[in-house]
């Protein structure tokens, strides 16, 4: 009854300036013990996959064809096969495994254990560990410098992100950050780390070649209390010149500049929104909205929100399936 | 109208003139433009209502909105895919404020017209009664919709955008919005004696129209509070304008808006026209009371 089939059309034509071709998108939710399926290009769920308690992390291999999923309270990393949406295995992750980075080259795992202080080196073929590496309290984040050779994960009590170097498993430099680190995400072409402080309110940019914080990128939104800003998610295109930090209950994604370090923008999206993700195309950045059970896409081009998508409670990450 | 005086006096009798009925669309047309740039003129020349229609919405966008600025976001209700601000809400329904008092101040005009006996020189001329009124009607709506176009102008510079083509295709939105509320204000017009009451219409018709309507809340948020309010939102014309004008911004059409909207315009302006009929009318017995020199 509301609307006209050619003005909807009219409209999308317009909103859409470029539509996005159709990817795969994966959304943990936390609370329901799901996994939400999501068409990017008609931007509407189209299936959920039941997997174990209280799925965190997520990531995807890079031929598309397995996922990994934190059942965070089974104290596993699932695997799926994404052609048919089964579970096919898990993997020995440690207990409370809460966010993972795969290695480029696809065979390794690196687990944050957030209650063991520990990050669990895993050999994805084998389905066996390798390593546990003791790190700081409460380790989350997990980051993986483009050539493999080095990790850096975050621990969120001791406020530090720790590098380790990929052959050895050993820490080699510790560089106190903000409070309450979350997630650690590498410049494309390894020259930076930017780690988002919860706590804190602010992404430190890490030099990879000194291990020293260069930069300390504050968010200010009127209106809003600095408490409710909680850098989250961090996602950096690909051409290393913008970043998207998701800053929480600001239900907000800032858009930065990474040659000034400014923020350039706030996106409006759903309420505390968490882990972000970019389609292949870069044409789109989604975000998981914990509160509003949603996620939302975000046009790169114009950094303007174009549509929410309901998906299950609580989602917390997300994943592009490549093409 | 001058031009209605000659046509009239034409054929110069001792008794009555019989009125030449032979009035061709040229002669039609050159009514209308009389009467629109009448009402163009005293727009122009009255700067301060011109900056006054402005200032009002501009007030609640800047103001207002800053002041009960969600900013966490309005949540998802259609027309919109995903979270707006406080300010991207309420501009449809600020547009509708313009109208809205657009139709008012037209109303103010014909009895301000009516008290000075300008109201006579119009309502001798030869054309029929209600041309001369859908005439004065256009030509309101018209001046109304400038001042839409002006007020969202300005909104885009402070960053309240709508997708590019919504600003075309709310223009026959906002058009048939205006004239709905424009023929409200004729029919007002005719049942209001004295320009003194027009403070009246000010409490009785523009405030509780504007607030209970989504301009400023989505309904969900009002029936939530009362579900009585809801129904009364439900009965105010005002609340169909102000949705058929949010929908068309993003390219949609609201039918059941739409249909309400053009059914009760064509209400109101036919009975202002039954209200101004010089046989039936209300307004000759009005006269009576009325200060008309």
């Not at chain 1, 050619?6 to 936390?30: D, G, H, K, M, R």
């Not at chain 1, 080196?121 to 590496?133: N, T, W």
């Not at chain 1, 929104?273 to 509160?291: F, R, Y």
């Not at chain 2, 590019?164 to 058009?175: E, I, N, Q, R």
Request: glycine share 8%; with cysteine.
């Amino acid at each position: 009854m509301k609307r006209l089939g050619f003005a909807a059309l009219a409209a999308s034509a317009c909103i859409l300036a470029n539509p996005a071709s159709a990817f795969t998108v994966y959304v943990s939710n936390e609370r329901d013990n799901t996994i939400t399926i999501v068409d990017s290009e008609k931007m509407e769920a189209v299936g959920t996959i039941k997997v174990g308690q209280r799925p965190r992390g997520i990531t995807i291999s890079h031929d598309g064809k397995v996922l990994y999923v934190c059942a965070s309270d089974d104290d596993t990393v699932e695997m799926i096969d994404t052609e048919t949406n089964q579970i096919i295995g898990t993997l020995p992750s440690g207990p409370d495994p809460e966010l993972f980075v795969l290695s480029p080259d696809g065979k390794t795992l690196y687990v944050a254990n957030e209650d063991d202080n520990l990050v669990t080196v895993i050999d994805v073929e084998a389905r066996s560990v390798l390593s546990e590496i003791p790190v700081g309290v409460e380790p989350e984040g997990m980051g993986v410098s483009p050539d493999g050779s080095v990790i850096v994960s975050t621990s969120e009590t001791t406020n530090m992100a720790h590098f380790i170097d990929a052959e050895t498993h050993e820490i080699t430099d510790n560089v106190l950050v903000d409070t309450r680190p979350r997630y650690a995400e590498f410049m494309p072409d390894g020259s930076e780390v930017w780690v988002s402080a919860e706590i804190g309110g602010t992404v430190s940019v890490i030099d990879n070649e000194t291990r020293e914080v260069t930069q300390t990128i504050t968010f200010e939104i009127p209106g809003l209390r600095a408490e409710a800003i909680q850098p989250v998610g961090v996602k950096i295109m690909p051409d290393g010149k913008k970043a998207y930090v998701a800053l929480g209950p600001a239900n907000r994604v800032a858009v930065i500049n990474t040659e000034t370090y400014e923020v350039e923008k706030y996106v409006l999206v759903g309420q505390r929104v968490w882990q972000l993700a970019l389609t292949p195309d870069e044409k789109t950045i989604i975000s998981t909205n914990g509160v509003s059970n949603d996620i939302t896409f975000i046009d790169t081009e114009t950094d303007e929100a174009i549509q929410s998508v309901t998906v299950g409670q609580l989602p917390w990450g997300v994943v592009v399936k490549p093409q | 109208m001058s031009t209605g005086w000659n046509a009239a006096s034409a054929p110069d009798t001792a008794t009555v003139p019989a009125l030449p009925r032979n009035l061709g669309l040229r002669q039609y047309l050159i009514c209308l433009r009389g009467i629109c740039v009448r009402e163009g003129l005293r727009f122009i020349h009255q700067r301060e209502r011109f900056v006054s229609s402005l200032v009002r919405p501009l007030m609640w966008l800047f103001i207002f909105a800053a002041g009960f600025r969600q900013v966490l976001g309005v949540s998802i209700i259609p027309p919109y895919r995903t979270y707006v601000l406080y300010e991207v809400y309420i501009t449809p329904g600020l547009c509708g404020m313009i109208l809205l008092f657009g139709g008012m101040q037209s109303s103010l005009s014909m009895v301000y017209d009516r008290e000075m006996g300008n109201m006579r020189t119009l309502l001798v001329s030869p054309f029929p009664r209600w041309f001369l009124l859908v005439s004065k009607l256009l030509a309101g709506v018209t001046v109304s919709v400038l001042q839409v176009y002006v007020f969202l102008a300005i909104a885009w510079f402070w960053g309240v955008k709508a997708p590019p083509l919504g600003y075309l295709m709310v223009l026959p939105a906002l058009f048939l919005s205006g004239m709905m509320l424009c023929a409200l204000g004729l029919l007002l017009s005719s049942l209001i004696k004295q320009l003194e009451n027009f403070s009246g219409i000010m409490n009785f018709v523009i405030f509780p129209m504007y607030f209970a309507s989504p301009a400023l809340y989505p309904l969900w948020r009002i029936q939530e509070a009362s579900p009585l309010l809801y129904k009364i939102c439900l009965l105010n014309p005002f609340t169909y304008a102000v949705e058929l004008i949010r929908f068309a911004f993003y390219g949609q059409v609201e039918w059941l808006s739409l249909g309400i909207v053009a059914g009760l315009t064509a209400l109101f302006l036919g009975a202002a026209i039954l209200a101004y009929s010089p046989t039936r009318g209300l307004v000759n017995r009005k006269q009576d009371t009325g200060g008309n020199g």
